[in-house]
């Protein structure tokens, strides 16, 4: 014999994760009837005796990662809500481009370079793509991605000179696989800023001249990045 167990619904917000210029207060609901809902704020998932109970708005007005679930007597627990608010600063808004825009916040953390070990720095991400209509993206528009993960240095010769790899993981810190500017979903990332090239091209030709051979190579998209 199996049973059969109703699950709680995800709660939901006011104000979607992305880049925020002024402060503001964070309402969170959820529609399954005498459901109450906990939230962390450091990152870590909620459960019964982990996080806050949520009472009353949450006020924001910093960088902050919200990750609430909800919860009800016999109920299975809800999916875990996440949501990352960027605070920026005013003079970047608006920053207007044709390139998607992407922010990289470690919380006031260094990337530390350390070509031996290379460890990795804890940072959320958040994207803007460009507009459909206008062609055109804003840092504090409409977000295309928003989500925790990791970022180190990478490279050899080249390590330390704006290279970057990023991981996607989970609120349990686990790889979580993501699509990204229209590309296939992946956990594993990279933020790469040729220095020897100005241009930025070399690299994208020979990628997009060896995929036209019927060969595998790389994708890539260009971006305004803010680290």
């Keep these: 014999k199996g049973s059969f167990e109703q699950g709680t619904k995800k709660p939901d917000v006011n104000m979607k994760g992305g880049c925020h210029i002024n402060a503001f207060s964070l309402t969170m609901s959820c529609t399954t009837p005498g459901a109450f809902i906990r939230y962390t704020t450091d990152g ?3 459960t019964l005796i982990n996080g806050l109970d949520y009472t009353a708005p949450v006020a924001v007005s910093r960088t902050t990662r919200i ?13 875990a809500r996440i949501e990352t608010y960027i605070f920026v600063d005013p003079a ?7 390139l998607p825009i992407v922010v990289v916040d470690t919380l006031g953390a260094p990337i530390v370079s350390d070509v031996a070990n290379k460890p990795w720095t804890r940072c959320i991400s958040v994207i803007v793509d460009v507009d459909a209509a206008t062609g055109r993206a804003d840092i504090t528009g409409p977000q295309h991605f928003n989500g925790l993960g990791q970022i180190r240095y990478r490279g050899e010769s080249t390590y330390g000179n704006r290279h970057f790899r990023v991981e996607m993981l989970d609120e349990y810190d686990v790889d979580k696989k993501v699509s990204l500017l229209d590309m296939p979903a992946e956990s594993d990332w990279v933020l790469s800023s040729d220095q020897l090239d100005y241009t930025s091209m070399k690299k994208g030709l020979a990628y997009k001249w060896f995929q036209d051979m019927g060969h595998y190579a790389p994708r890539q998209q260009y971006v305004e990045l803010y680290l």
């Design 92 to 98: 970047l808004s608006p920053s207007n481009t044709n």
């Design 67 to 79: 990750i609430a679930r909800a919860f009800k007597p016999g109920f299975q627990p809800s999916d």
């Design 44 to 46: 870590s998932a909620p």
